[in-house]
């Protein structure tokens, strides 16, 4: 098989979950864009492997391995993202990342009328406290 | 990919660019539809389809690596990623409350900036690997080079280490997510000012906005906040640090909240 086959699948679909993560507005959608990179990465890492191993007698099987670390390490990601998200949403109401933008330095957006809002609110915690 | 004239010359000796075998014929037709699926994914306006469509593309992956004799990895493919990670997709999508149907706002504003940036890193892709790997050709014929039985003997042999790291790994994230979503609940129902001086300490953030809430609703609201999302937007993340120490000495009702936590 030609090795540009495997590879230049592997680069559509990078640049796929590329474009999802920028223009995606859920978290969860951003998080399964950041799996179709990582498989991107691991469908590279399978072919370079089974190349190696045979025109270079590789047989440590290094692009495997690191395969099944990636998928491991995909599977913790997704269940600490998860959490987060499910975290941020209980607190916030929203999974919206556009609307997530507290540490943001923007001066049009957030700025004044956000502390003012959470000035009156904070004496609120205080006086039914 | 378009080899040039002397990248076919000097592989055509063994094989032909332009007379595809059998193997090439079946990997790009499942890599068309792979694609096809993961552009579906990227760009539908409907939450739970885009999850449906990445079972789509993560299962065309996985026959990929069936057609790279890599057997063990396209198993533990379906197993993982179409398994587990689409199901746990899922769920947060449920709860999230993601809307069923349509959402106009699934795409953010900068779309046609994402496109711009998505595009000139395929072409960049492209052209580098297929000007750097136009006669490369992987030999797909004897003894499978991902075999269950190969993939054990390395990753038993030269990987034990960092497989072992790797279960540790498994075992941070596994506490991490418990950590993370107890945190959050344990939050949501002693919200009242309930605890003592050390569950004060630990709840930084996810108090604010339960601090600006009614103490009468409380109990009732398991997450108050999700129920009022115009005030989604004010807590700031530094208002916790001067009010969240304040509602737990004064609060009168506070060790019978505290009790069946």
């Not at chain 2, 000139?120 to 580098?128: D, F, M």
């Not at chain 2, 300490?201 to 999302?229: H, I, K, L, Y």
């Amino acid at each position: 098989m030609h090795l540009a086959y495997p590879a230049v699948l592997s680069a559509l679909l990078f640049c796929t979950g590329l474009y999802g993560v920028l223009a995606r507005r859920n978290a969860i959608l951003v998080l399964m864009s950041v799996e179709l990179m990582l498989n991107a990465v691991n469908l590279n890492l399978v072919a370079f492997d089974v190349w190696l191993s045979k025109a270079a007698e590789e047989t440590l099987h290094s692009g495997q391995a690191l395969t099944l670390f990636t998928i491991t390490i995909a599977a913790a990601e997704i269940g600490i993202g998860l959490a987060i998200v499910l975290a941020v949403y209980r607190n916030r109401g929203t999974s919206d990342i556009d609307k997530l933008r507290d540490t943001a330095e923007s001066h049009d957006t957030g700025g004044p009328d956000h502390d003012a809002s959470t000035a009156p609110q904070a004496e609120k915690a205080e006086a039914t406290a | 990919m378009s080899p040039t004239s002397a990248a076919l010359t000097t592989a055509a000796d063994t094989h032909g660019f332009l007379s595809p075998t059998g193997v090439e014929i079946a990997f790009l037709l499942v890599g068309l539809v792979t694609f096809g699926a993961a552009l579906v994914t990227v760009t539908t306006r409907q939450l739970v389809h885009a999850a449906l469509w990445l079972v789509a593309t993560l299962g065309g992956l996985a026959v990929e690596y069936l057609l790279l004799t890599a057997e063990f990895i396209a198993w533990v493919q379906v197993l993982i990623y179409v398994g587990s990670v689409v199901v746990l997709l899922l769920f947060g999508l449920m709860l999230t409350k993601a809307p069923i149907g349509r959402s106009p706002d699934a795409d953010s504003g900068n779309r046609w900036a994402a496109l711009t940036v998505a595009l000139a890193a395929a072409a960049t892709l492209i052209w580098v690997v297929v000007d750097a790997f136009r006669t490369t050709w992987i030999d797909l014929d004897g003894p499978a080079a991902g075999s269950t039985r190969a993939t054990g003997e390395s990753l038993f042999q030269n990987w034990v280490l960092p497989f072992e790291g790797l279960s540790v790994l498994l075992l941070a994230a596994l506490v991490g997510a418990i950590v993370l979503s107890r945190q959050a609940k344990a939050t949501a129902t002693e919200q009242p000012g309930a605890g003592a001086g050390t569950s004060t300490g630990r709840r930084t953030t996810p108090s604010a906005p339960s601090a600006n809430t009614p103490s009468d609703r409380s109990t009732t609201a398991p997450a108050p906040s999700v129920r009022e999302p115009s005030a989604t937007d004010a807590p700031a993340p530094d208002a916790p640090a001067p009010d969240a120490p304040a509602p737990a000495p004064t609060e009168p009702g506070a060790p019978s909240e505290k009790e069946p936590r």
